[in-house]
Nanobody, 118 residues
């Protein structure tokens, strides 16, 4: 079973920073689009950011200019650097690997809690 291993969540004050990490198996990391999603209580899961194998990125409008997604191919790890955190960023953050084809299952991490206090 493929396991995406997440770390880096925690409790921070508004305006603070956190960096999330997600380690993936090499075969997945090489071929899949990697991304971060989040789900706040009572809300739908939403896309935060994605990065392709070629390094192309996209972001939700709510995090543009504050969050940066990146990948380290040598370590098979994707990161989400979160700066200028706001209370509305509070959510469980999930790492995702998506091949973009019905031939392949998308994979998810277990989630890591990010809490931003006022």
């Amino acid at each position: 079973q493929v396991q995406l291993v997440e770390s880096g969540g925690g409790l921070v004050q508004a305006g603070g920073s956190l960096r999330l990490s997600c380690a993936a198996p090499g075969s997945i990391f090489r071929l899949y689009v990697m991304g971060w999603y989040r789900q706040a209580p009572g809300k739908q899961r939403e896309l935060v950011a994605t990065i392709t194998s070629g390094g192309n990125t996209n972001y939700a409008d709510s995090v543009k200019g504050r969050f940066t997604i990146s990948r380290d191919n040598a370590k098979n790890t994707v990161y989400l650097q979160m700066n200028s955190l706001k209370p509305e960023d509070t959510a469980v953050y999930y790492c995702n690997a998506d091949r973009g084809s019905s031939w392949f299952k998308a994979y998810w991490g277990q989630g890591t809690q990010v809490t931003v206090s006022s």
